[in-house]
């Protein structure tokens, strides 16, 4: 299991994000529940899951 942290570009939004290899996983892409920046596109060769662990810039998050 890899876990490594990653910040939307477009919001500061924090997210941890974990990675197994052993899982079979999906084609697809993740994007930030605040403001639907893609954070990653995945290949499908290993499961990925995003946690949110710091709230976005409500400045940011507004059109």
């Not at 197994?20 to 499908?44: H, I, M, S, W």
């Amino acid at each position: 299991m890899k876990k490594n942290d990653v910040t939307c570009a477009a919001c500061g939004a924090g997210f941890r994000r974990l990675e197994l290899a052993t899982q079979p996983a999906n084609k697809g892409e993740y994007r930030c529940p605040a403001c639907d920046e893609v954070l990653e596109t995945f290949d499908g060769s290993a499961y990925i899951a995003y946690r949110m662990t710091i709230q976005p810039s409500m400045k940011a998050a507004r059109p």
